[in-house]
C-alpha cells in the first residue's frame, strides 16, 4: 500500500491526477484503516473536479482519524465547492478548533462567511490570516473581495494590489481588482487588469466576459462582442455572457440577435 501511495504521489507531482488517483485507490483497498490514504484518494479526486466522491472520502479519513485537521480543511472547501456553505463553515471552524493558527482555515472560512454575506465576519477572518502569514496571496485576494461585497471598494483594491504584488501570476486577483476600478468608473485601469489576467490564464472564460464589459462601457462594440463569444466558448452555461452580447448586439442595432438571446 505504502508503494502505491508513494507512486501516487510522484504521479500528482508530474501533473497525472487520474493515474495518481488510481494508485491513490488502491492503497486505500489494501489498507483501508490507514486516514492518510483516504486523504490522498480525497485530494486526487477534488483535483478532478469529483467534489462529492471527494467528501465521501475525507469522512472516511476522518471517520479514523476525527483529529485530522488537514482532512477537515480539504473537506471544508470541496463541502464549499458544492455549495454546501454552512457545512463547510463548520469545517474550518473544527480546523481552528485544533490548529488556532491554521492560517488557510482562517482565510477559506473569511470566504465562507463572505458567501453567507457575512462580511465583518469574513473581514475578521481573513485579517487574522494575514497576520499570522503576512505574505499570504490568497488571503489578501479573500479580503479583499469581502471589502469589495462589503461597499469598502478603494480598501479592497489595495488588498488586490497586495494580493498581486505577493503572486504576480495570480490571474483572479488582475480580474478582481479589474472588476472594482471598473464599479470605480475607471474603465481604462480595469482593462489593463482584465489583460494581465487573460495573459496569464487565456482560457479565463469570466475575465474575457469582463473585458467585454469594460470595453462596451468605452463604446467599444465590436470588441466587446469579441470578448463575449470568447467567453461563451470556454464557460458556455455561463447566463451572463450571453445576456452580455444581447446587450451589445442590441447597442448595435441589431434587434434579431440581440432578442433571440434574451
Known sequence: ALAYSNLGITLQELGKVSDA????????????????????????????????????????ALAIRPNYAEAHCNLGIALQKLGKTEDAVSSYKQVISLQPDNAEALSNLGSAF??????????????????????????????????HDRGDLEEA???????ISLLP??????????????????????????????KLQPDYGEAHDNLGVALMGLGHLENAITCYHKAISLIPDDPEAHWNLSLARLRQGNWKEGWEKF
Open 21 to 60: 488517483l488510481s494508485c491513490f485507490g488502491k492503497a486505500a483497498s489494501l489498507q483501508p484503516e490507514r486516514a492518510e490514504a483516504h486523504l490522498s484518494q480525497a485530494l486526487g479526486l477534488q483535483a478532478l473536479g469529483h467534489f462529492e466522491e471527494a467528501v465521501d472520502s475525507y469522512r472516511r
Open 157 to 163: 483594491l489595495d488588498c488586490f494590489d497586495q494580493a
Open 169 to 198: 501570476e495570480y490571474a483572479e486577483a488582475y480580474r478582481n481588482a479589474g472588476n472594482t476600478l471598473r464599479e470605480l468608473e475607471r474603465l481604462d485601469e480595469a482593462i489593463t487588469q482584465y489583460q494581465t489576467a487573460l
Open 114 to 147: 463572505r458567501e453567507l454575506e457575512k462580511f465583518d465576519d469574513a473581514v475578521v477572518n481573513c485579517r487574522k490570516a494575514i497576520a499570522l502569514k503576512p505574505d499570504y496571496a490568497s488571503a489578501y485576494n479573500n479580503l479583499a473581495v469581502a471589502l
